[in-house]
């Protein structure tokens, strides 16, 4: 459905009923997030939380969720209530970014549901996704304490929103020979293996963190793996390298496309560095709020191709990478949990019993 909004978007626009369509895919989201029910990461660790939450003296959560948790459950007991509060925030801010600064949003929001699903459930972190996703315009106007105060309430609800900071001073133009050098360097630093020679407490001392990176170095293999290294390089580097070399043959370029591009090239930068090494664990959690840039990339991207055929060819590749995007992510909890907790989607309306985890 969102796909065809997208084509609608890129080849039949009109004005005549183009809010209409934004508003249904918002809503969308909402319901789908909303009343979801038994689906996604980490299920039953929110919805136990949120249960219990007026009754807990400890508290393992930052003090931005705890609050609205409390707050909510003060209320009612009915978790559904807490999701659809939770998607209204979540998509509200986001929302506002994609409408305000993607030049094709419909297309945007195609590739913020592919991108994004298997986030779903990681209720912390996507709250402060979405603070972060709505700082963009005070980047983009160069107002350095309303980002800082968006920044800082993003943390009240997820730690790693502190990695967006450098983000600020991205919005400026990079030689295309400066990313070449850089991108070059972070391929050499990955193949290398360097940091899984480093003492993990020369990194991280100590507390949770630590205890998990120990845990993680002696459950899994951190040898160097080259094809791995290449195909994760190659799936993201064709929009960079798309937009590096072809830059001149984008046809709806504006003032914010430095932004986007390069928040997007810093995110695929840190991505291969880290490729392969016991710091991936930590590093792709903060790589959400760099990689979302790419929802407003590809927008971008389709104008350098000609109107017609051309045009649609590209638009059919870029369906069948979303796809591969989202099989990749739910393949990925299938394969490590032995449990698909995304599919069948279901909602509360259809079975408020239903846990995914049940299916193990």
């Known amino acids: 459905m969102l796909g065809l909004f997208a084509f609608y ?4 626009k009109s004005g005549k009923y183009y809010f209409v369509y934004i508003c249904f895919v918002v809503a969308w989201l909402i319901f789908h997030d909303g009343f979801r029910w038994g689906v996604g990461t980490d299920w039953e660790v929110y919805h136990n939380y949120f249960s219990e939450c007026l009754d807990r003296t400890e508290e393992g959560f930052e003090p931005g969720y705890v609050l609205l948790s409390k707050a909510i459950r003060s209320i009612t007991d009915n978790y559904s209530v807490f999701l659809i509060v939770h998607a209204i925030i979540v998509y509200s801010l986001v929302s506002y970014t994609i409408i305000k600064y993607s030049v094709s949003p419909l297309l945007s929001y195609f590739l913020f549901y592919c991108i994004m699903l298997t986030y779903m459930g990681m209720n912390r972190e ?10 963009f315009r005070f980047i983009l106007e160069r107002r350095i304490w309303p980002f800082l105060l968006c920044i800082f309430v993003a943390f009240w609800f997820h730690l790693t929103a502190i990695m967006f900071v450098f983000a600020y001073f991205l919005n400026r133009p990079i030689s295309t020979k400066v990313m070449i050098w850089v991108l070059g360097a972070a391929v050499a630093i990955s193949l290398s293996g360097i940091l899984n020679k480093l003492p993990l ?3 991280l001392v100590g507390g949770a963190v630590g205890d ?3 845990f993680y170095s002696s459950s899994y293999s951190l040898e160097t793996n080259m094809l791995a290294t290449f195909l994760g390089l190659l799936k993201r580097c064709i929009w960079v390298c798309l937009a590096m070399f072809f830059r001149k043959g984008i046809k709806n370029m504006d003032d914010r496309f430095n932004f986007v591009f ?3 090239f810093i995110g695929t930068v840190v991505y291969v560095i880290f490729n392969n090494s016991i710091l991936q664990i ?3 959690r903060g790589l959400i709020y760099y990689n979302i840039a790419e929802i407003f ?5 389709v104008s350098i191709f000609a109107k017609g055929i051309t045009q649609r060819v590209f638009f059919s590749l870029i369906c069948i990478y979303c796809w591969l ?3 990749k992510g739910m393949n990925f909890y299938k394969e490590n949990l032995d449990v698909d907790i995304f599919r069948p989607y279901n909602s509360v309306l259809v079975d408020d019993q239903y846990d995914a985890m049940d299916k193990l």
């Open 297 to 301: 990339l590809v927008p971008y991207l």
């Open 262 to 264: 390069n928040l997007y």
């Open 325 to 327: 995007v989202m099989q």
């Open 212 to 214: 998990k990176l120990d």
């Open 9 to 12: 978007d890129l080849f039949l």
């Open 126 to 135: 996507y709250i402060s996704f979405a603070i972060c996703v709505f700082s």
């Open 201 to 203: 407490n020369l990194v």
């Open 282 to 284: 930590v590093v792709a």
